[in-house]
């Protein structure tokens, strides 16, 4: 396996400034690219967002909230780095049209998409209205075609790109009460093995990921539904999970910023678990 052009250095790292230049370089792997992030003003899609901005990407951020997506973007630019803030509905075309075109015509192309964002609706189907049914699925499902139907083209532009879409666990297992949500992302799933083999020819890569209990806003929101202290039941969640504790938001980003890095070249079509153990137990 070659270096890479990382640095030789010592035991106590870099030993010149040209080597401390040269291992920095190194975990640049997305300097000169550009990438969009949705769902990307809290939880996994900001630590994706501030992940690939630490390692050389200009990001747009989009997120339905305006001040989250703002907060993102400033904090990015704030650190150095390059962020334009887009404020929208994946779940819109018009939206999702805009998204792309004002991330190319802000940083001149695109290379890297995340569709991150996602809805959870609790219920069983009987109970579960229709309209709550197509906002599960307009947001998770459709919005991921919509983002990836007007990235391509651009990646297209760039010679190739990556995508990863952010499934769930509940693609392959499933809690009560969650027969939307679960839909959605095995359709996730699916939608991920089919755009890989539709657009390899086009050298670009799509893969998915698939959490677990991830302390995001969204988990502590369905804590806050039970009795007791959130914090208290996401901390016994975490004990159902083998490692014995929650996810945090950078451990599932690590994954994404490894499948959308040249690292993971060899690898397209695939579904990365990333539930700290939770779907190989079974029940005693």
Known sequence: MGSRGRAHTGPDGPSTKEELKLAQDAYQRFAG???????????MGAAV????????AAVGVLDRNPEAAERVAAEIIGSGGEALAVVGSVARSDDTRRAVS???ERFGGLDLLVNNAGL???GEVPEFSEEDWDTIM???LKGQFLMAKYAIPEMKKRGGGAIVNFASVQALVNQRQVAAYAAS???????TRALAL???KDNIRVNSVLPGSVHTPMLVSAAQLLPGDPEQTIAEWGRQHPRGTIIEPG????????LLSSDASAVTGAAYVADGGLSVQVAL
């Open 198 to 200: 539709d657009h390899a």
């Open 49 to 56: 967002a501030r992940g690939l901005a630490a390692e050389g």
């Open 251 to 258: 451990e599932v980003a690590a994954v994404a910023l490894f």
């Open 102 to 104: 004002s991330t190319v």
């Open 33 to 43: 690219k550009v990438g969009i992030v949705t769902g990307a003003g809290m939880g």
């Open 185 to 191: 992302k095995g359709g996730v799933v699916a939608l």
């Open 138 to 140: 307009g947001v998770n």
């Open 120 to 122: 959870m609706m609790y």
